[in-house]
């Protein structure tokens, strides 16, 4: 069957290209004025709101960006997804790079600044906190805070240090702004750097031209935007000036995009930490991208009492919630807490009853080789109104965040420590989904590569339409085969999409569930499953590596796991993946009901055939949903009613009978015609 396309486009190299410096939002040890470095603290309420303070900025300069580079640290990461949320440019692809790390300051790390000032001196500590070329003493190797560095899988490749100097810092700055960041510049694209204070400091000395005297005036507050324009044919940033670093006599090329008084306060805010124990906040009292406010905002410096470690709190910022946790300043590797982790584990332990009280051995035949997990997106705005859905880009509602964060605690719960990929498409809806999967496993440094071939099947005109409405305006049972039928094209649209994520994209009109299998194919065939053998390949020769004592790295309590990969889309495009993977008939695809933010698990042997198990349900013989199997069935049973028989249709037979079986959901079958339907003669 041929696709119906639409215009293609093109990337056209931006003439003078952006490059945008921030810095995270305000931390949990940012707020206890603590030297932080490498370890792995959250946000807190205020930190979130900055970073969507700075998103609001950015979109507010008409911004589009072309890349995201951040680090492996949560706090960099969680604030560029705010930003870009803010900028509705989430697709943006976003790399993660341990050499985007903070500066590891040593003993210095944990340690209150003002307090360290106390037993040191002031001049001490700033020489240490501030010098290109003083390097403070290293932490010991058995500080629980560098051993839980030294286990983490995210650095079981990588040198982690005892301590850095800012030459240090500087030298894996450079390298990163030599093999990534340049070049992408020089194409003509944008690019945004989210990192950390001395990191971005490094950068700055790079673009601006600073010495080592120069670098110690440079201050970068919490969530503060600095906007560079990058001369292509010199192959440097223009010589443009903005003001001058501190009280140096320094030119500063990029321009903040807060007003400069309050960029100054901060600085001396950050310049004070040493001599008075404050916190500062660049969150603005007017609001997102408000300019509004009468500057910044300082208080005493305090951290969370001890038996607050580990809480998870939920707030409200614009009507979103969003989590973030206390972390101690001991150890920061913690089980997922209260409500969530609770909720993950009683929906575990319901399953294992489950599968006791019906015999069923989760052990496989042949040895597994690796993990496939698919996950449709959380509950949407569309989801909620029983809406057609395909590439309107609909935003999740709380309840798809929560359900996605619940998908990530699962996982953890079952002892995935890591996974090696996430693949997600270019909707926002799967995107946060893999976002909030990922830090309820504490995985936010996992890579995570979006592709338009992921993208929910094209509904065409009936986008945005109200499904038991489009029931009763074409039928009953004609809907249901658009919906659910594999060869069923529904109406064309008449309305191009334009739209630069998809620069060089063919984009449909309107798609059958075919259509979707023929664009998946390539995504399948030349990056998902190669991917995958390359990862069974590398776990093998560990194991025999291994096993003849040469497989350790050094790093401490590290474990060997199987390759794990996450694919995040949409229903449809899931139900594509499943037949392929189960090998399902056309009469049995229309049974398929994907719920929202639940782990399929398909364990795979290592020549990445799917493994028989005792878990899964009918149609499915190979994978098996994560959690309570009656919550599973139950919004399945939604799922399957969203286009269901009503008052003006029910005279008319559906495609699935029994249309509503009380005592076993599974017995249902399709009995519209699947061969015929929809095609063209």
Same mark, same amino acid.
């Given at each position: 069957?041929?696709?119906?396309?639409?215009?293609?486009?093109?990337?056209?190299?931006?003439?003078?290209?952006?490059?945008?410096?921030?810095?995270?939002?305000?931390?949990?040890?940012?707020?206890?004025?603590?030297?932080?470095?490498?370890?792995?603290?959250?946000?807190?309420?205020?930190?979130?709101?900055?970073?969507?303070?700075?998103?609001?900025?950015?979109?507010?300069?008409?911004?589009?960006?072309?890349?995201? @580079?951040?680090?492996?640290?949560?706090?960099?990461?969680?604030?560029?997804?705010?930003?870009?949320?803010?900028?509705?440019?989430?697709?943006?692809?976003?790399?993660?790079?341990?050499?985007?790390?903070?500066?590891?300051?040593?003993?210095?790390?944990?340690?209150?600044?003002?307090?360290?000032?106390?037993? /040191?001196?002031?001049?001490?500590?700033? +020489?240490?906190? =501030?010098?290109?070329?003083?390097?403070?003493?290293?932490?010991?190797?058995?500080?629980?805070?560098? +051993?839980?560095?030294?286990?983490?899988? =995210?650095?079981?490749?990588?040198?982690?240090?005892?301590?850095?100097?800012?030459?240090?810092?500087?030298?894996?700055? #450079?390298?990163?702004?030599?093999?990534?960041?340049?070049?992408?510049?020089?194409? %003509?694209?944008?690019?945004?750097?989210?990192?950390?204070?001395?990191?971005?400091?490094?950068?700055?000395?790079?673009?601006?031209?600073?010495?080592?005297?120069?670098?110690? /005036?440079?201050?970068?507050?919490?969530?503060?935007?600095?906007?560079?324009?990058?001369?292509?044919?010199?192959?440097?940033?223009?010589?443009?000036?903005?003001?001058?670093?501190?009280?140096?006599?320094?030119?500063?090329?990029?321009?903040?995009?807060?007003?400069?008084?309050?960029?100054?306060?901060?600085?001396?805010?950050?310049?004070?930490?040493?001599?008075?124990?404050? @916190?500062?906040?660049?969150?603005?009292?007017? *609001?997102?991208?408000?300019?509004? %406010?009468?500057?910044?905002?300082?208080?005493?410096?305090?951290?969370?009492? !001890?038996?607050?470690?580990?809480?998870?709190?939920?707030?409200?910022?614009?009507?979103?919630?969003?989590?973030?946790?206390?972390?101690?300043?001991?150890?920061?590797?913690?089980?997922?807490? @209260?409500?969530?982790?609770?909720?993950?584990?009683?929906?575990?332990?319901?399953?294992?009853?489950?599968?006791?009280?019906?015999?069923?051995?989760?052990?496989?035949?042949?040895?597994?080789?690796?993990?496939?997990?698919?996950?449709?997106?959380?509950?949407?705005?569309? $989801?909620?109104?029983?809406?057609?859905?395909?590439?309107?880009?609909?935003?999740?509602? $709380?309840?798809?965040?929560?359900?996605?964060?619940?998908?990530?605690?699962?996982?953890?719960?079952?002892?995935?420590?890591?996974?090696?990929?996430?693949?997600?498409?270019?909707? #926002?809806?799967?995107?946060?989904?893999?976002?909030?999967?990922?830090?309820?496993?504490?995985?936010?440094?996992?890579?995570?590569?979006?592709?338009?071939?992921? $993208?929910?099947?094209?509904?065409?005109?009936?986008?945005?339409? !109200?499904?038991?409405?489009?029931?009763?305006?074409?039928?009953?049972?004609?809907? +249901?085969?658009?919906?659910?039928?594999?060869?069923?094209?529904?109406?064309?649209?008449?309305?191009?999409?334009?739209?630069?994520?998809?620069?060089?994209?063919?984009?449909?009109?309107?798609?059958?569930?075919?259509?979707?299998?023929?664009?998946?194919?390539?995504?399948?065939?030349?990056?998902?499953?190669?991917?995958?053998?390359?990862?069974?390949?590398?776990?093998?020769?560990?194991?025999?590596?291994?096993?003849?004592?040469?497989?350790?790295?050094?790093?401490?309590?590290?474990?060997?796991?199987?390759?794990?990969?996450?694919?995040?889309?949409?229903? $449809?495009?899931?139900?594509?993946?499943?037949?392929?993977? !189960?090998?399902?008939?056309? #009469?049995?695809?229309?049974?398929?009901?994907?719920?929202?933010?639940?782990?399929?698990?398909?364990?795979?042997?290592?020549?990445?055939?799917?493994?028989?198990?005792?878990?899964?349900?009918?149609?499915?013989?190979? *994978?098996?949903?994560?959690?309570?199997?009656?919550?599973?069935?139950?919004?399945?049973?939604?799922?399957?009613?969203?286009?269901?028989?009503?008052?003006?249709?029910?005279?008319?037979?559906?495609?699935?009978?029994?249309?509503?079986?009380?005592?076993?959901?599974?017995?249902?079958?399709?009995?519209?015609?699947?061969?015929?339907?929809?095609?063209?003669?």
């Amino acid at each position: 069957m041929t696709l119906l396309f639409v215009g293609v486009a093109t990337f056209v190299p931006r003439p003078s290209p952006k490059l945008v410096v921030v810095r995270h939002g305000q931390s949990e040890w940012n707020l206890g004025n603590v030297f932080t470095g490498w370890v792995d603290v959250d946000l807190t309420i205020r930190g979130i709101t900055e970073a969507r303070d700075a998103g609001a900025l950015c979109k507010r300069e008409e911004l589009e960006l072309d890349l995201v @580079a951040t680090s492996y640290q949560r706090r960099a990461i969680r604030s560029a997804g705010l930003m870009l949320s803010r900028m509705d440019q989430c697709w943006v692809p976003m790399i993660k790079d341990h050499r985007l790390n903070e500066q590891h300051p040593g003993m210095m790390t944990g340690w209150n600044k003002h307090e360290l000032a106390k037993v /040191h001196g002031t001049q001490q500590v700033m +020489q240490w906190r =501030r010098h290109a070329t003083t390097v403070p003493p290293p932490i010991a190797a058995d500080e629980p805070l560098q +051993q839980a560095l030294m286990s983490d899988v =995210r650095y079981r490749d990588v040198h982690v240090p005892s301590v850095e100097g800012f030459h240090d810092t500087l030298s894996r700055v #450079k390298a990163v702004w030599k093999d990534t960041l340049q070049p992408a510049l020089q194409e %003509g694209r944008n690019v945004m750097v989210v990192s950390h204070g001395n990191t971005l400091r490094a950068l700055v000395r790079l673009l601006d031209g600073a010495t080592d005297a120069d670098s110690f /005036h440079v201050d970068l507050p919490t969530a503060c935007p600095l906007l560079y324009t990058y001369d292509r044919a010199a192959g440097c940033v223009a010589h443009e000036v903005h003001g001058m670093w501190g009280e140096s006599k320094l030119p500063r090329r990029g321009r903040f995009l807060l007003p400069e008084d309050v960029v100054q306060q901060a600085q001396k805010a950050m310049r004070e930490q040493v001599e008075r124990n404050i @916190a500062y906040t660049t969150a603005r009292r007017g *609001g997102e991208g408000s300019e509004g %406010g009468s500057g910044i905002s300082t208080c005493e410096a305090w951290m969370a009492s !001890e038996d607050t470690y580990g809480t998870q709190y939920v707030n409200e910022v614009d009507g979103w919630s969003y989590t973030y946790e206390v972390r101690p300043p001991s150890s920061w590797r913690l089980d997922r807490t @209260a409500q969530l982790q609770n909720r993950a584990q009683h929906e575990l332990m319901v399953q294992r009853k489950q599968l006791l009280a019906a015999n069923v051995n989760p052990r496989t035949a042949r040895p597994v080789g690796c993990v496939l997990v698919l996950v449709r997106h959380g509950y949407s705005q569309f $989801n909620a109104r029983n809406r057609f859905t395909g590439w309107a880009d609909a935003e999740l509602t $709380n309840r798809g965040r929560d359900e996605a964060r619940l998908a990530g605690s699962m996982l953890r719960e079952m002892g995935f420590g890591h996974v090696n990929r996430v693949y997600s498409s270019f909707l #926002k809806r799967a995107i946060k989904t893999a976002w909030l999967m990922l830090d309820g496993m504490d995985c936010l440094w996992v890579p995570v590569k979006n592709t338009w071939r992921l $993208n929910e099947r094209h509904y065409g005109a009936l986008e945005g339409r !109200e499904k038991r409405a489009c029931s009763e305006e074409y039928g009953l049972q004609q809907v +249901q085969k658009w919906r659910r039928g594999i060869r069923d094209r529904p109406p064309e649209s008449h309305e191009s999409i334009h739209d630069r994520r998809y620069d060089g994209v063919e984009v449909p009109r309107a798609e059958a569930l075919c259509d979707c299998a023929e664009r998946l194919r390539p995504f399948l065939e030349d990056e998902l499953y190669p991917e995958m053998r390359d990862a069974v390949q590398r776990q093998r020769e560990a194991n025999e590596a291994g096993a003849s004592g040469g497989a350790a790295h050094g790093k401490v309590g590290q474990q060997i796991e199987l390759p794990t990969f996450v694919v995040v889309s949409s229903e $449809n495009l899931l139900r594509a993946m499943v037949q392929d993977l !189960e090998g399902l008939s056309e #009469k049995q695809v229309p049974l398929i009901d994907i719920p929202y933010a639940t782990p399929l698990m398909y364990q795979l042997d290592a020549d990445l055939q799917p493994l028989q198990s005792e878990l899964a349900k009918a149609p499915l013989h190979h *994978g098996w949903y994560v959690g309570d199997a009656t919550r599973v069935q139950d919004v399945q049973k939604s799922i399957r009613q969203q286009v269901a028989p009503t008052s003006s249709t029910s005279g008319e037979d559906s495609c699935i009978l029994p249309e509503d079986d009380a005592d076993d959901y599974n017995k249902a079958e399709w009995v519209c015609d699947f061969w015929l339907s929809g095609l063209d003669f």
